[in-house]
């Protein structure tokens, strides 16, 4: 061979080996991924949702935990209140891609979703070693229920299973070997996406390297994955409704405040208006909310804000600016919602991220409300699907089952809609000692 043939060879090797290594996720540098090779998910191409979407949440017991369901539907209400989606979550404890298969006509179609999202594998898995005849028939049942709601107008996510956690309760095999199992069941996923032209959600290797962080940082009884090591508490909930949400292409940015103190003028962005502006005050009405979580500690795995703390939820999702020009003080505090901080001018020139900043929010009460408005409703519609649908009631005569149980839906969902009101509240910018 000729040094130019060997160099072309060595050449060709060496980019083959960058092009197959940049289709994989990064990894972190630790020993326990080196078995994993989840593939590479393309990023979000923009904003899937549009104006009066309605939206299925579909899935297994990890779905009706009512949990990451709840975290979406609260933020699409609140935070995109523009947008006008409605939800319904289609959780159902045990279950497997094909048994949403055979219920999804009359407990999901019928109410003529334009967008859905769905998170199965977990029992699809069986909680063992990947079996290629056992990932085909995932597949399948999985192709099955795509194409339904494409054929049915609706766009669609297809979420990955999640990851398990060290031991779990009722199976022999080991946490790492169940792991590999779901990582080819996501990878089965994102190929179906892609083959169908879906948007894919990836909730196993976020929850996976992102569990391996916080046990690393806060110790082993940091579980991600849940207790049970399968059903997550609020953190990886949080981490399993960023999945989504990042594949629903939410950008995350809920408008500016942004006060000129040498003009003596305040304006406002982004379904937010400004009431008054005098001596530093600004007073504004908000049609739109900052997503509020209860206080909570980081190595808390069932707190909602340890959870955003790994996901960096407050900076991919949870954007209220604040934006001081012209300022002659070196610092200044800012009093918002009861809580007083202290920040140098050029940080408020560069602008400040409110509810990064502020634990308390001049929102927690309403959007309290709004949350538990989308509580109720969604424990409505497990009791609705599971028990009426599929009981005494929805055997004897289904139509009337549904007819009875929409109207008393009903008022659970306007109870949603009326609990967005507008918040009028105070920024007071002063300069500091």
């Not at 229920?145 to 999640?162: E, N, Y």
């Not at 703390?309 to 610092?331: E, P």
């Not at 140098?344 to 400040?352: D, F, K, P």
């Not at 809609?417 to 002063?430: C, F, G, N, Q, S």
Request: aromatic residues 10%; charged residues 20%.
């Amino acid at each position: 061979m000729t040094s130019l043939r060997l160099l072309l060879l060595v050449s060709f090797l060496a980019f083959s080996a960058t092009a197959f290594a940049q289709e994989l996720e990064p990894k972190p540098d630790a020993k326990v991924f080196a078995k994993f090779s989840p593939k590479k998910a393309p990023a979000p191409a923009g904003l899937l949702l549009r104006e009066n979407d309605r939206l299925a949440i579909i899935g297994d017991s990890i779905t009706e935990q009512k949990m990451y369901s709840r975290i979406m539907e609260t933020y699409l209400t609140a935070c995109l209140p523009e947008l006008k989606v409605t939800v319904r979550q289609y959780g159902w404890g045990g279950e497997t891609a094909e048994g949403f298969k055979n219920r999804m006509t009359n407990d999901a179609l019928q109410f003529q979703p334009t967008v859905a999202t769905t998170c199965y594998g977990m029992n699809d898995h069986r909680y063992t070693a990947y079996d290629e005849k056992n990932g085909q028939w995932y597949r399948e049942n999985q192709l099955a229920i795509v194409r339904a709601f494409k054929a049915a107008g609706a766009r669609f996510v297809l979420g990955s299973p999640g990851c398990v956690g060290p031991k779990v309760p009722w199976s022999k095999v080991d946490s790492e070997t169940m792991n590999l199992n779901l990582c080819e069941f996501r990878n089965i996923d994102l190929a179906l996406a892609q083959q169908e032209q879906v948007v894919f959600a990836d909730v196993f290797w976020p929850l996976l390297t992102l569990g391996w962080k916080a046990t690393n940082q806060f110790g082993v009884d940091y579980a991600i994955a849940g207790k049970d090591a399968v059903h997550p508490g609020w953190a990886g909930h949080v981490v399993m409704a960023s999945a989504f949400l990042k594949a629903l292409g939410v950008s995350g940015d809920l408008g500016t405040f942004t006060v000129d103190l040498g003009a003596g003028q305040a304006s406002a962005t982004g379904g937010h208006e400004v009431v008054s502006f005098k001596s530093g005050a600004l007073t504004a009405k908000s049609s739109r909310y900052p997503f509020c979580a209860p206080a909570g500690q980081l190595n808390d795995d069932n707190a909602l804000r340890s959870g955003m703390a790994l996901v960096d939820f407050q900076s991919q999702f949870n954007r209220l600016h604040l934006v001081v020009k012209n300022g002659t003080a070196k610092n200044y505090t800012v009093t918002w919602g009861g809580e007083v901080k202290t920040f140098t001018g050029a940080q408020l020139a560069a602008g400040i991220n409110l509810p990064a900043e502020f634990a308390q929010t001049p929102f927690d009460s309403a959007f309290k409300r709004v949350d538990e408005a989308v509580s109720r409703k969604q424990n409505y519609e497990t009791k609705q699907i599971k028990s009426l649908f599929h009981g005494e009631e929805g055997r004897v005569d289904l139509e009337a089952t549904v007819a009875l149980t929409e109207k008393a839906r009903a008022p659970l969902a306007a109870a949603i809609r009326d609990a967005m009101k507008p918040v009028t509240h105070t920024l007071k910018i002063e300069a500091a000692n």
